[in-house]
């Protein structure tokens, strides 16, 4: 298991890959304020708030749904944060951004967009970063893995990950397990993969090589939706905290390792495969989830 839920800025998570480069960019764009976008438990807001209270810019969070009577979770943290938070209602995934920015703008701030989950070619170099990471802790340990298993979500992480391991000539698979249902914007969720993956052409020309075939996306296991907990995710939950000590979260790790604990049931992961699932944080998320748990 790869571990991303102990990256660091309050709590962790992958989010903090991509913020490396996309904070770098805002404070080199002499931005002031940074705005996102997520749902209410989004680690991906809290990351972004978290990175933003340490580079001392104004942070902005759109996020979906209306004002709980008690936050929770990464809501609650959120506070603790300094984050300015808009609820966007129906708007999750970034519908409302353009306004906002509008009126920071009108109002004389430099406002810098980071779109959903960071998950563009500048936030998704991170993963770029982490195989080079991935790369060497390997060597060190004379290890290798057939397949690299995470929740891929808004993409920039599967998108990094696709990119680094030709660029560090990593030879493992790399499936992500998605959460959602729907696509990102009018773009299937594939395609937004892609989408990615060719922007970042600008930084590492060999992304142009990628295909949109090559993209490896399990949808078997987004169940009712996002954030709609199971009895999948209640058992991947269970098992890995009872049997290794590591907390996964219910929407995205949880149902991700659902799916690897799946796949192993019915023989699509072989006894002798060697996997290596990619933990992405979301512990915060667990106690929001408490009465679904
Ligand atoms: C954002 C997130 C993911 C998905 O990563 P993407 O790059 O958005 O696909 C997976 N797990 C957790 C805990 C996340 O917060």
Redo the contacts with the bound molecule.
């Keep these: 298991m790869k571990r991303d839920d102990l990256t660091g800025l309050a709590s962790g998570?992958?989010?903090v890959r991509k913020l490396e480069h996309l904070i770098q960019d805002a404070l080199s764009k002499k931005a002031d304020v940074v705005l996102t976008p997520g749902a209410q438990q989004?680690?991906?807001c809290r990351q972004t708030a978290a990175a933003c209270a340490i580079t001392g810019l104004e942070c902005h969070l759109l996020l979906g749904g209306t004002e709980p009577e008690i936050a929770n979770g990464n809501l609650l943290l959120n506070k603790f944060l300094g984050a300015n938070i808009h609820f966007t209602g129906p708007e999750r995934k970034g519908e409302s951004l353009l306004r906002i920015a509008t009126e920071l703008k009108d109002a004389g701030r430099r406002p810098y967009i980071i779109p959903l989950?960071g998950?563009n070619a500048i936030g998704a170099r991170g993963f770029v970063d982490a195989v080079g990471e991935v790369k060497v802790q390997l060597e060190n340990l004379s290890l290798s893995f057939d397949r690299i298993i995470?929740?891929?979500?808004?993409?920039?992480?599967?998108a990094g990950l696709m990119v680094g391991t030709r660029i560090h000539n990593l030879r493992s698979q790399i499936l992500?397990i998605a959460?959602d249902k729907g696509g990102i914007g009018n773009r299937p969720f594939r395609d937004h993969i892609a989408d990615i993956i060719g922007e970042m052409k600008s930084f590492h020309p060999v992304a142009g090589e990628i295909s949109v075939d090559s993209i490896e996306l399990n949808n078997d296991y987004v169940g009712s939706g996002y954030g709609v907990v199971s009895d999948a995710e209640r058992e991947a939950i269970s098992l890995v905290a009872s049997t290794e000590g590591v907390l996964l979260?219910p929407?995205?790790?949880g149902r991700a390792m659902a799916g690897v604990i799946d796949m192993i049931r019915k023989g699509d992961i072989k006894g002798n495969e060697k996997i290596l699932f990619w933990h992405?944080?979301?512990t915060p998320a667990l106690f929001a989830y408490a009465a679904d748990l």
């Design positions: 998570g992958n989010k989004s680690n991906h989950g998950s995470f929740a891929s979500s808004s993409g920039g992480t599967q992500g959460i979260d929407v995205y790790t992405t944080g979301g």
